[in-house]
């Protein structure tokens, strides 16, 4: 952690929004929406938030044969569709603590690598904070099982480890000349309900946790204190004033959520399909 933890986009006008639950369409469609704020020449948007319930995250062109239909509706789990990469999240409403930045395209690095390194800034120094010593993968790692974000290869441009295992995955989309990226950190992990909602794997959970770690087994904090901590670090690097959503908004990202991200058009989606 740098004694000055402001990024070079401080100078910018940001907000904080504190963490919000909310079901997975909603939070996805909320940041499609911050993308356009952002593109408007409105705020910029750093944020933490929750999945409730606890949903599987598909990513943008995963096979929706992978996922365990069944399972997700009897234990409660929502699915959705990321507009990122990549493999499916589990997102646990305890176990997983998730974040977004968003900011105009022409304010960021061109170079993806550049951009991850950046806007992971103050994701590294939230680690720091809580007293876990965490960075990038520094090698390719291979995949166990590559429809699960977290047993896909470890890549060193996204992929955040600590004592060896994964800690963190973050992605990017670029939306309207803005770019929205937004990261899973794992609080607690749990392992037998991430590789349940999965379909055609011999995964236990035993191999699953030699590859993913959690915040609760490194550092002797909660849950609330970790959000704090990763609310504080974004704040922070962004010089961000605490704000809110605004009415608008929220009635666009509920029209966005029931249109797309619930839509079975959108979740279920096969890989080919383009439209």
């Known amino acids: 952690m740098t004694d000055d933890?402001?990024?070079?986009?401080?100078?910018?006008?940001?907000?904080?929004?504190?963490?919000?639950?909310?079901?997975?369409?909603?939070?996805?469609?909320?940041?499609?929406?911050?993308?356009?704020?952002?593109?408007?020449?409105?705020?910029?948007?750093?944020?933490?938030?929750?999945?409730?319930?606890?949903?599987?995250?598909?990513?943008?062109?995963?096979?929706?044969?992978?996922?365990?239909?069944?399972?997700?509706?009897?234990?409660?789990?929502?699915?959705?569709?990321?507009?990122?990469?990549?493999?499916?999240?589990?997102?646990?409403?305890?176990?997983?603590?998730?974040?977004?930045?968003?900011?105009?395209?022409?304010?960021?690095?061109?170079?993806?690598?550049?951009?991850?390194?950046?806007?992971?800034?103050?994701?590294?120094?939230?680690?720091?904070?809580?007293?876990?010593?965490?960075d990038y993968v520094p090698e390719s790692v291979p995949e166990i099982w590559k429809p699960a974000c977290y047993l896909r290869e470890l890549h060193p441009a996204h992929d955040i480890v600590a004592s060896g295992r994964k800690i963190s995955g973050n992605a990017q989309y670029r939306r309207r000349e803005s770019v929205v990226q937004h990261g899973s950190l794992t609080y607690a992990v749990r392992a037998a309900e991430h590789l349940d909602v999965f379909a055609g794997h011999d995964v236990d959970p035993a191999r699953f946790r030699e590859r993913v770690v959690g915040v609760e087994e490194l550092a002797d904090v909660s849950r609330a204190e970790m959000v704090a901590t990763v609310e504080e670090a974004l704040g922070e690097w962004a010089d961000a004033e605490e704000g809110s959503w605004t009415d608008d908004e929220l009635d666009r990202a509920r029209e966005r959520a029931e249109e797309k991200y619930e839509s079975d058009g959108w979740v279920r989606r096969r890989p080919d399909d383009r439209s």
């Not at 409660?76 to 305890?94: A, E």
């Not at 974040?99 to 994701?123: F, N, Q, R, T």
């Open 5 to 134: 933890p402001a990024g070079p986009l401080a100078d910018r006008e940001w907000r904080l929004i504190r963490e919000e639950a909310r079901d997975g369409p909603m939070q996805m469609a909320l940041d499609e929406i911050a993308a356009e704020t952002a593109a408007d020449g409105g705020p910029r948007t750093v944020r933490a938030y929750r999945w409730r319930p606890s949903t599987l995250s598909l990513g943008y062109g995963q096979d929706p044969d992978t996922v365990d239909w069944e399972y997700c509706a009897a234990a409660g789990v929502s699915v959705t569709r990321r507009q990122t990469g990549g493999g499916g999240i589990y997102h646990d409403v305890d176990g997983d603590v998730s974040y977004s930045i968003v900011a105009p395209k022409s304010e960021l690095p061109g170079d993806l690598m550049d951009a991850y390194h950046l806007l992971c800034e103050p994701i590294l120094d939230a680690f720091g904070r809580l007293g876990i010593d965490a």
